[in-house]
């Protein structure tokens, strides 16, 4: 929200209350408190009249500083609140004439005592990070409707580029942008967002979170190109800067905060085939395209069935449509016979038709207005209300029809939808300020929804697919993005979200596989399931068509089994990268500048990606198979070809439809696992360490079971072409190495 008119000119229809000066402190143990006028105070009458700010800054944890800014202290705030995990640790307060400073571990807050000189600098480890300065801090009031905003703003630096904010379609970086963390229906080619979270970080060694579900609006070097600033409605405003030595501790501090991503099961993993949106199905539709993916071999783990599972108009009843699945646990039996898992569809909208809309109503399950009516809407389900996820009564009842489908057969979820959610005129059972509800309501349904499939299923069996979020949202994965459009650009939208959602905190994600609306060319098709499958979690998954392969030529079906089977096979490292992502909130489809901070041509890259820590991948986003990538600096290995390339440069090559981009980075070793049908087997057995472009020294790598815990440990010793091996694994496997383009098997 844009609150001047270029740098000098205040709108006119506010009112501002800036932090001024340094007027006195408050020290307890834990924590500092200092009053800032909005005057300068050069004698004791300027003391009369505000306004006054109230700064306090606290330590959530190590290297973590909490600023909370207050106006009006008698204002009654209502929750809800995001669910943080504090580590509380004890300042380091100094103070002296000029300056007072409060350090949590290497971060450091200076704030000035200089008359008309308000400034707090944030530093760590002898260098600056960023500063609230002149005109940062502020109450303003908007005098048409008495509506107060509080804002800060942090300076940013020459070079200094923006990241994260949740699933963003807008230019990866986003200096220049206005982001407002307001979830709605948007689609990918829209600056609306499903996914929207209150934190940023940037290239310079820290992150910022604004600690309110409400709405924040972020201007990002929009309104004043030096700063980002943002704000939100209200009288007092909290946010913590967070210090990392590297963009990945950021996240892990970020993450130890808000968070860790629950580890999914590793079957999720594999290939999943839904039934897609508006078509028409029945068990027999859903026979043969099952049968097809059997016919082509193409390794399938996962059928989901989409909304129409349950009779139109009726969602949600939780009740199969009895015209075309008249038996369906025996229908659910059969399939699961064949080795799959089984998604359905939900959404926490109970439309009028469905016969729990009356029993919701009665027992005032459902969201309701301020006169005691049902909220109602027919924009999705005629007459639909929503869950009230604030009621524990009612979120017992829906998580009963729940587990009528889990005892049936099912395994998992796609919660879908979750911000189309009123804020004017309702009401929430617990007392809940609705607009604070718009986007933590997805929190509050994926987190009923995580919790049963746990609690039903076990830890390390929960799996959903969550389409909106905000901070937190991590913990239940894994999130979906879309909508998307079947064409190239929105290929790479969806890319560009992907990258931020990760950089946010997010560890696991997954797309529609040629995309949600219309019906993509058999060439993007092609490229897509490239790109789909290397990712963390791969859906295919459309609007009005079905999205099986053999649809779109019979090379797709090659293409699509190529891809599948290498996925397979690169489980031993996927699922490697999916722990650190469970354990440090490290994506495991990452940006490039998270793993290389130090390389500035890595910042911008928004066409490519690190699939873990060691794999570059570059979808082909064109029809002629044309792609552009960089390459930081080494000799990286091409794991389709072998061919080896010399980095710190930009690449450009063409691609046939059996190949894009995958690049290993120098000094890797690289577990591919000896299964390439299933994404859930032994990884240790028959497994292949193919080490590329090794230094001399040591290498170490682990590799997990299928719950995460650690199976076997292996060090291998390089010296020039001679590589041994010291493992505690009893499980047979291979060593090949790597080298100026040739292969060494050694074992």
């Given amino acids: 929200m844009k609150f001047t008119n270029g740098y000098w000119m205040l709108k006119p229809e506010f009112d501002f209350g800036f932090a001024v000066e340094y007027y006195r402190s408050k020290i307890t143990k834990d924590r500092v408190e200092i009053l800032c006028p909005g005057v300068s105070i050069r004698e004791r009458g300027d003391t009369l009249s505000g ?76 260098k600056r990070l960023t500063e609230s300065g002149y005109r940062g801090m502020a109450r303003a009031l908007h005098k048409p409707t008495g509506k107060s905003y509080m804002i800060d703003s942090l300076y940013l630096d020459v070079g200094e580029k923006v990241y994260g904010f949740g699933e963003r379609f807008t230019p990866y970086v986003k200096n220049g942008q206005v982001v407002e963390c307001w979830n709605e229906d948007g689609g990918t080619a829209s600056e609306i967002s499903y996914k929207t979270v209150p934190f940023y970080m940037t290239n310079r060694g820290y992150g910022v979170f604004v600690e309110t579900p409400g709405d924040v609006s972020f201007e990002v070097a929009s309104e004043k190109v030096e700063r980002v600033q943002f704000s939100h409605p209200g009288e007092s405003l909290t946010y913590d800067i967070i210090y990392g030595e590297t963009p990945k501790a950021i996240l892990d501090r970020y993450t130890a905060l808000t968070g860790r991503p629950a580890l999914p099961p590793a079957w999720s993993f594999g290939l999943w085939l839904t039934t897609s949106f508006t078509t028409s199905y029945d068990e027999a539709t859903v026979t043969k395209l099952i049968d097809g993916m059997e016919k082509y071999q193409i390794p399938l783990n996962v059928f989901h069935f989409d909304c129409f599972w349950m009779k139109g108009y009726n969602w949600c009843d939780f009740e199969w449509d009895p015209d075309t699945f008249p038996d369906p646990r025996a229908m659910l039996k059969r399939l699961k ?86 804020v004017r005129g309702v009401k929430y059972f617990d007392g809940s300020d609705p607009v ?76 529609d596989i040629s995309g949600f609306e219309k019906t993509a060319p058999a060439d993007v098709y092609k490229r897509w399931c490239a790109f789909g499958m290397l990712s963390s979690h791969s859906r295919l998954h459309g609007s009005g068509s079905y999205r099986v392969p053999w649809l779109f030529g019979e090379e797709s079906c090659v ?70 990538y960089y390459l930081p600096e080494g000799r990286w290995t091409s794991l389709l070809n072998g061919q080896v390339t010399e ?23 690289l577990p591919m696992g000896a299964c390439e049908t299933q994404a859930d087997y032994d990884y240790t057995d028959g497994v292949t360490l193919h080490v590329y472009e090794p230094e001399d020294g040591e290498l170490t790598l682990t590799i997990p079971d299928t719950k995460g815990n650690v199976d076997a440990c292996y ?4 010296h020039g072409d001679d590589v041994t091996v010291e493992t505690d694994s009893r499980k047979p496997y291979h060593v090949v190495l790597h080298r100026s383009g040739s292969t060494i098997s050694l074992a």
């Avoid at 489980?571 to 490290?586: K, L, R, S």
């Fill in 51 to 126: 306004p006054v700010l109230t700064v306090a800054f606290s330590a959530p944890m190590e290297n973590v500083l909490r600023v909370n800014i207050r106006h009006f202290t008698g204002v009654q705030e209502q929750g809800p609140e995001y669910e943080l995990t504090e580590e509380p640790v004890k300042p380091l307060i100094e103070e002296n004439e000029q300056e007072l400073t409060i350090q949590s571990g290497k971060l450091t807050a200076t704030v000035s005592k200089a008359q008309r000189g308000w400034s707090v600098v944030y530093s760590a480890d002898g």
């Fill in 647 to 669: 980095g710190g440069r930009w690449v450009r090559e063409t691609h046939d439809f059996h190949s894009l981009p995958l690049m290993v980075r120098p000094n890797t070793v």
């Fill in 337 to 422: 016979s064949r080795g799959l898992h089984i998604c359905v569809w939900i959404n926490p909208y109970i439309a009028q038709a469905s016969p729990l809309f009356a029993e919701g109503m009665e027992k005032g399950y459902l969201i309701t207005k301020e006169n005691g009516d049902v909220w109602q809407s027919d924009l999705w389900q005629p007459g639909m209300g929503i869950l009230d996820v604030t009621n524990p009564e009612a979120k017992a009842w829906f998580c009963g029809h729940l587990k009528r489908l889990l005892d049936m057969g099912v395994d998992c979820f796609k919660t879908d939808f979750g911000e189309r959610i009123p």
């Fill in 559 to 628: 293409v699509l089994k190529e891809f599948v089977n290498l996925k397979c096979r690169l489980m031993p490292y996927i699922f490697n990268a999916a722990v650190e992502a469970h354990e440090h909130g490290v994506p495991v489809l990452r940006a490039m500048m998270l793993e290389f901070p130090d390389d500035i041509a890595a910042e911008p890259c928004d066409t490519q990606y690190m699939l873990g820590g060691s794999l570059l991948v570059a979808p082909v986003f064109h029809e002629d198979g044309h792609v552009d």
């Fill in 715 to 718: 060090t291998l010793t390089v």
């Fill in 436 to 511: 604070k509800m718009h986007n933590y309501f997805s929190y509050l349904y994926n987190q009923m929804v995580f919790e049963l499939l746990e609690q039903e299923r076990g830890k390390g069996e929960a799996m959903l697919f969550a389409r909106s979020a905000t901070a937190g949202g991590q913990k239940f994965p894994v999130h979906w993005g879309g909508d998307n459009s079947a064409c190239y650009v929105s290929m790479a939208e969806t890319l560009r979200a992907g990258l931020s959602l990760g950089q946010s905190g997010f560890g696991f994600w997954s797309h």
